[in-house]
């Protein structure tokens, strides 16, 4: 079992930028890729990024690619999603979650077996 527990959220003007982090009580959260998703009012929980369990290797998804970064630091146990250029649409719940199979993370909501409560961001124009 693995708890995860995001932070950083709140509300942004368009154009600036939050940094979320997700901690992890247990220590083989680092034995595990992470990921972040994102799910707005009436929508389907949807793909941001993710990244290996050695932090070496990420990759986004299309609507997030050259804004947002993902990274890691294995020593903290953590996992963080630094968000720049903010649009008032990237306004959602953001989950980190924990995929204990796939080495590079999967991209699909089915692939992860841990998931965080999640943190608000709300983005103003």
């Known amino acids: 079992q693995v708890h995860l527990v995001e932070s950083g959220g709140g509300l942004v003007r368009a154009g600036g930028s939050l940094r979320l982090s997700c901690a992890a009580a247990?220590?083989?959260?680092?034995?595990?890729?992470a990921g972040w998703f994102r799910q707005a009012p009436g929508k389907e929980r949807t793909f941001l990024a993710a990244?290996?369990?050695?932090?070496?290797?990420?990759y986004y998804g299309d609507s997030v690619k050259g804004r947002f970064t993902i990274s890691r630091d294995v020593a903290k146990n953590t996992v963080t999603l630094q968000m720049n250029s903010l649009k008032p649409e990237d306004t959602a719940i953001y989950y980190c979650?924990?995929?204990?199979?796939?080495?590079?993370?999967?991209?699909?909501?089915?692939?992860?077996?841990?998931w965080g409560q999640g943190t608000q961001v709300t983005v103003s124009s």
């Open positions: 979650a924990a995929d204990t199979v796939r080495e590079a993370g999967g991209s699909s909501y089915n692939d992860y077996d841990y």
């Open positions: 990244i290996s369990w050695n932090g070496k290797s990420a």
């Open positions: 247990e220590n083989t959260f680092s034995n595990y890729a």
